[in-house]
């Protein structure tokens, strides 16, 4: 199964595997170690298959209603269809509403992931508001970057946790992570002080191909085929991207980014709240996955 980015096939020579962590054989240190070491923690199966299961139907349910997956729904097949723009008149509303299933908050705003976090930050840890749910179609990946331009305005101690909902197989467009670029000192000096929203000439994204980047630093993309439960956490100045998902059975893949700090720093109210503005204060509206599943996303 080729692993695909932007229609170009990764050579086997450049990909391996992410390092698995098991969350109930390591302790608070072990933790903070491994992020530190790798720039990731890649934890299995940490969230209930019922819970997961729920959420990802009921939101499989509300793609159907906009004839955006085919029948039966729970298959999550993409229909290539969308009726979102004709039964709604604000995609960020449909998002937002999407994005606030009580299954899925249960979920990505529940105790389990928070608690993980507290572990890691060895300090109450909480949530976004705004999380970045992602249904993600034939053809399409996420550009590679880091996180530190979008996330780190009010403080610097912010993680990112990329859950899965859905089977990521290779050909599905998993996440990957460029192997110790949390310690590349070009990234960190570029990134620190970058803000995506305030800096508009300047693009978040990293405009060399991810074979071309890993060639020329002599390392690896590293990735995995992920199961619904699986979740990967990084930090601010770790580049990552996904896969492209090039899958036959044209199976939607469903994840969601949701960012964790520690509860004392600094709160950005882009993030928080009960109707927060996200990154450039346009709401839901600025998700690419606001977009119908048949259109294409657009760059930052």
């Not at 969350?23 to 209930?48: A, H, M, P, Q, V």
């Not at 109210?269 to 509206?285: E, I, K, L, S």
């Amino acid at each position: 199964m080729d692993a695909l980015i932007d229609g170009m096939k990764v050579p086997t020579s450049l990909l391996d595997n992410l390092y698995e962590t098991d969350l109930n054989k390591s302790n608070n240190l072990d933790l903070e170690f491994t992020l530190e070491k790798d720039g990731y923690i890649f934890l299995r199966n940490i969230i209930d298959e019922k819970k997961i299961k729920q959420a990802r139907e009921d939101i499989f349910k509300k793609l159907n209603e906009v004839d955006e997956l085919s029948n039966p729904f729970t298959e999550g097949i993409a229909s290539g269809n969308s009726n979102r723009d004709k039964l709604f008149n604000d995609r960020g509303d449909f998002w937002k509403n999407v994005s606030a299933i009580k299954s899925l908050r249960r979920v990505t705003n529940g105790k389990k992931l928070e608690n993980i976090f507290t572990r890691i930050f060895k300090t109450p840890s909480v949530g976004f508001d705004f999380i970045f749910l992602r249904a993600v179609a034939g053809g399409k990946f996420t550009h590679m970057h880091c996180d530190a331009g979008f996330f780190t305005r009010k403080t610097h101690k912010v993680l990112t946790c990329w859950l899965v909902f859905t089977e990521v197989t290779i050909d599905r467009g998993p996440l990957f992570v460029i192997k110790n670029s949390h310690k590349f000192d070009d990234i960190k000096e570029k990134y620190n002080g970058f803000d995506v929203d305030k800096h508009k000439n300047k693009k978040a994204t990293i405009s060399t191909h991810p074979i071309d980047f890993a060639k020329k630093r002599n390392t690896k993309i590293l990735t995995a085929e992920f199961k619904p439960g699986d979740a990967l956490i990084f930090g601010m100045y770790t580049v990552h991207g996904t896969l492209e998902n090039h899958s036959k059975d044209n199976k939607i893949r469903l994840t969601c980014d949701i960012r964790f700090q520690p509860k004392n720093e600094p709160k950005d109210p882009r993030y928080f709240g009960a109707n927060p503005g996200g990154t450039t204060g346009a709401g839901y509206g600025e998700l690419n996955s606001a977009r119908p599943l048949n259109e294409d996303w657009h760059i930052r």
